[in-house]
């Protein structure tokens, strides 16, 4: 009989440990992978925007950026070179890469069972008997629901893989606006200087005639005004061509504003804008947002099914167990644990991962119809923005020439007056700022609209976790 519980007992004790080797085959099939989750960024960063990102973890990889950035300083600095450098030098950027990272090692720790556990105890009675016990054990329930865990893991990551993407998207779209902002910007002071320096030639020759008695003190005092208007007007556009740069300056994450030279004048318009069926070809299920929100959604689902299975089984413990009793032979069994639901069913937990689920159903449906009306109000305002663009290229500055020209002919027939020729030019000055401002709007709202058919990442809440807590377990010994 002894014989035969030793035998049952040693086909227990074999199944146990080929438990335990397949729970560690499986916890050894959860690492790290070899991009750390930077493909999809990657792949997206060359498709979209035919550029290349860096994730630096090392000296290697920051000795690669500085060596690629000075390059690209070496020269005049292009649109498509800026945004270049804000993908490898950003610090916020490679900053949100470590999200990567965070969420990988989130994954990576659900694909793995918890640390068995060992208890060992001793004790001795008045009569000098001894008691010794030990114990070994893992939870059981840690192993069961591996899977799911790591399913709601996988999501998450997935859904942190898109949340990067799109924050690289967004730093890209960002810094192609404040190149924009900053050539705009010097053009604007280019034309304000020459404003200021016509005004200033207007108001030393009223001063001059008004000293000969050719000319009234209020002709004169209006030009003065005008003159420091101009000055006025000037030293603005200074201090914003300032800003400008400065912002283009800590998007490409570089240490000095004058690091960097920028082309003279902003790019022409495009030949033909962009059309509502180009528009159309663009799906919404490429938005980095909706698929986002869609894959933190099914984590919260796979969260909900584990919540289910492990409602009324918390903590559920399987072990060896040795006991020492003094002069007794040693004793051999086996030690289960677990919680009893008395006080609390479950349900609780089983509600609130629903509740949540709900929520995020929800959140899908609302970036939805956000995104929807997102891409119509862009286009819009990209249309607008061209058709105004090039209203001033092919109406108003050609026409403020012509005026300009005939006014120089009238001059030069003694017609008009150098007064009148002086106020024709700042107002065809003025028409080339308003140009400007114009061909600089079109180019930001052009850059709108390619972010609104990627994919806003505000509402990603990158930086916290993009799904419920994970359910924890007691057991093993954590």
Known sequence: MNAVKYSCCAGRGKRLLALMLAATVLAGCASFSEDRG??????????????DITWVRSEADADSVKTKVQALLGKPLSADDAVQIA?????????????????????????????????????????????????????????ITLPMRMEAAGRRFEATRRGVTSEMLRTASETR????????????????????????????LARRMARAGNFSKLSQMRE?????DATTQLARAQQAAVSAREQLTRLMGLPDAQAFRLPERLPDLPAAPRTEADIAKETMNERLDITAARY?????????????????TNVFEIGRARVDEGREPRKWGWEVAFEIPIFDFGGARVAGAEARYMQAAERIRETAVTASSEVRETYSAYRT???LARHYREEIVPLRKKISDQMLLRYNGMLKSVFELLADAREQVMAVNGAIEAQRDFWMAEADLQMALIGKPSALGLGKPLASTPVKYAGGGH
């Open 385 to 387: 923005q061209h058709d």
């Open 177 to 204: 606006k404040a190149w924009v902002a900053a050539v705009a910007a010097a053009q604007t002071v280019q034309y304000m200087a020459q404003v200021k320096e016509s005004a200033e030639a207007g108001a030393e």
């Open 87 to 143: 993908l490898y030098n950003n610090p916020g950027l490679q900053a949100t890469y470590a999200e990567l990272g965070i969420s990988e090692s989130d994954l990576v720790s659900a694909g793995r069972i918890d640390n068995p556990r060992f208890i060992f105890m001793r004790a001795i009675n008045r009569e000098s008997d001894v008691k010794i016990e030990s114990l070994l054990s893992f939870g059981v329930m840690s192993l």
């Open 296 to 312: 933190e959604a099914e984590a919260l689902a796979a969260t909900l099914g584990l919540t289910k299975v492990t409602r009324f």
């Open 224 to 228: 003065h005004a005008f003159y420091a």
């Open 38 to 51: 930077l493909g999809l960024a990657q792949q997206t960063a060359k498709e979209r925007l035919g550029k």
